[in-house]
């Protein structure tokens, strides 16, 4: 189908993407949770966009550049463990009445996600190894071929996010009530953080 090799396989592969817990998760969270519906909708267009530059920068070619120069991949797996335990360590530590560590106006939600989106090394992986295993050589048909990819993944990274900030602003709702629980809640989101930073750090 338009020179994808089992499109229903790539769906499935994509959506089991979208669901492995990480920083894109976790930022669809706290946004929602910071920002409300507003703050929530602006982190799913910031990991759509964020995704679709990874995947275009995948045709352009930049997997086979990574794999001749692995020093690249390293430097950017550096660079994303060091901004996600800076993040982490900012939430750890901030304290009751302090300016949140993300922003609450929509579009600074979107730039953080879109960075996150970038440094993930989950997105990375994605996209500059496994994706381009659904293309297939016989019946590529260019362009074609990878708008139709980057218009499934942006469709379905939209209604997973729609779902995740829907279910997290009902929850939301009933936690403002209680800013002892939304502190504890911004303190393990922190923990969490700087573990995937680490995590990060030790896989290279």
């Known amino acids: 189908m338009f020179g994808i090799a089992d499109y ?4 499935i592969a994509v959506i089991v993407f979208l669901m492995i817990p990480g920083p894109g998760n976790l930022a669809l969270i706290t946004s929602t949770g910071k920002g409300g519906l507003r703050g929530g909708f602006a982190s799913i267009f910031g ?11 995948a045709v352009a070619g930049v997997a086979a550049l990574l794999s001749a120069w692995p020093p690249a991949f390293n430097a950017v797996q550096w660079l ?6 800076w993040l982490g360590l900012r939430m750890l530590l901030a304290k009751a009445g302090d300016k949140p560590v ?10 953080q996600s ?10 990375i992986v994605f996209y500059m190894a496994f994706f381009p295993l659904f293309v297939d050589p016989a019946r590529h048909q260019g362009l074609l071929t990878f708008g139709v990819m980057a218009a499934t993944i942006a469709a379905l990274t939209f209604l997973y996010g729609l779902i ?3 279910l997290t602003h009902r ?4 936690l403002r009530a209680s800013p002892a629980i939304s502190n504890a809640l911004q303190k393990v989101a922190g923990v969490f ?3 995937f930073g680490v995590k990060l750090a030790l896989s290279r």
């Open 8 to 11: 229903p396989s790539f769906v």
């Open 47 to 57: 990991l759509i966009t964020g995704d679709q530059v990874l995947m275009w920068m």
């Open 80 to 85: 994303g463990a060091a901004y996600l335990a």
């Open 102 to 111: 993300l922003n609450i106006k929509p579009h600074h939600f979107f730039k």
């Open 114 to 123: 879109f960075v996150i989106t970038l440094l993930n090394p989950k997105a």
């Open 164 to 166: 995740v900030v829907l």
């Open 171 to 174: 929850l939301a709702e009933r």
């Open 193 to 195: 953080l700087i573990g």
